[in-house]
């Protein structure tokens, strides 16, 4: 019973990590949102790639990665080239101004943290780094593979 609390409890602070998200979100520069900050990231971290495989990664429908991407494209931080096994797909790669950007969200994101956290020991950011890094390995990457729905039961009539 202690274990079933404290489970519920784990679920209440991991739906609490939305607001740790938006606070991280507002301490990006104004012209690139979190949706624009989750492509350069993503790129900078897979290398070049083609909108589906980002809108996997993303955990998006096509229609916002496109936006995102138009975003991105527009301030000249990424470039769409035509994918030369399928010319109708796009490759999509980090410009060096991607890349520069890409430090400038890092830098943010990371004054923030170090603000937020000035009162954890060093200590203490590691053992947090430590475990979410196992819960988020006990997941496995859910992004790329949905679980299995449950066959939906079926209904037979008498012969």
Known sequence: MAAQR??????????????VKRGLARSLPHDCPAGSAAVLTLLGRY?????????????VDM???????????DRGWIERSPDPADRR????????????QI???????????????????DAEVGQLITLMARLRDS?????????????????????
């Open 6 to 19: 404290q489970y519920e409890e784990l679920a209440r602070q991991l739906s609490a990590i939305g607001a």
């Open 47 to 59: 290398g070049e790639m083609r909108m589906s495989r980002l809108a996997e990664l993303l955990a």
């Open 63 to 73: 229609s916002v990665t496109s936006r995102h991407v138009a975003h991105v494209a």
């Open 89 to 100: 797909s796009r490759i999509l790669r980090l410009t060096p101004a991607g890349e520069r």
């Open 103 to 121: 430090e400038v969200l890092s830098d943010a994101t990371t004054r923030l943290l170090a603000e937020r956290m000035s009162d954890w020991s």
């Open 139 to 159: 997941f496995g990457d859910c992004r790329a593979t949905a679980a299995p729905r449950p066959a939906a039961p079926t209904t037979r009539t008498p012969a």
